[in-house]
C-alpha cells in the first residue's frame, strides 16, 4: 500500500491534552469527508481514506450534515415515483 506523510506545525493543533487517543484516524476521516464534500473523491475512495466501508463512511457523512445524494428535485421525484 501507498501511503502519504503530511507534515503538521504542532503550534496549528491543540494541545496534546486535548487532541484525543484517536488523532490520527479523525484527521483521515475529516480529510476524506471534506474531499468527499467537495466532490473531488467518490464515497468509495473516502470510505477507504478514512479506512472504513463505503456505507459506513457514507452513514458517517450524513451524521455530521453532509450531503451524501445529490439529487435535484426533479431527479428525487423520479427516483421514488414507482
Do not use: C, H, W
Not at 467537495?38 to 458517517?60: C, H, P, T
Amino acid at each position: 500500500m501507498n501511503t502519504m506523510t503530511i507534515e503538521l506545525p504542532i503550534e496549528g493543533l491543540p494541545s496534546p491534552a486535548e487532541l484525543p487517543n484517536n488523532f490520527p484516524d479523525e484527521a483521515r476521516y475529516l480529510l476524506a469527508l471534506k474531499l468527499f464534500e467537495q466532490g473531488r473523491i467518490s464515497s468509495g475512495k473516502a470510505g477507504r481514506l478514512a479506512g472504513m466501508g463505503r456505507v459506513e463512511f457514507l452513514l458517517a457523512a450524513s451524521r455530521d450534515g453532509v450531503a451524501v445524494v445529490d439529487m435535484t428535485e426533479g431527479e428525487m421525484a423520479e427516483e421514488f415515483a414507482a
